[in-house]
């Protein structure tokens, strides 16, 4: 008897594969939102360009290389938020 499980030796296949069961989730049109659903869901045009600066300075920091990006556990972590902070951004 073949076997197609996990447990099969056979090479595992590298690549991007996608699970044939799924559910279909409507998304209803940014028009019939209410603007506060609005303001939680998309980033404003403020916001965008506040993200580009710090991406582009964190970019710069690793050297233009997404190869040498830095991981999280190279991070600091803030003391207030929790969130994780890049090294350029550290204030000393």
């Known amino acids: 008897s073949s076997s197609h499980g ?12 996608f699970n044939m069961d799924v559910k279909v989730q409507p998304v209803p049109h940014s028009s019939t939102l209410s603007a506060t659903q609005r ?20 970019y710069r920091f690793d050297g233009y290389d997404w190869r040498n990006a830095t991981e999280e556990w190279q991070m ?3 003391m207030v938020t929790g969130e994780l902070v890049h090294p350029v951004h550290e204030q000393f």
């Open 6 to 17: 996990p447990s099969s030796c056979k090479p595992k296949k590298r690549g991007v594969s």
């Open 76 to 78: 600091a972590v803030d």
């Open 39 to 58: 303001r939680k869901m998309f980033a404003s045009s403020l916001e965008v360009r506040q993200n580009k600066q710090r991406n582009k300075k964190e």
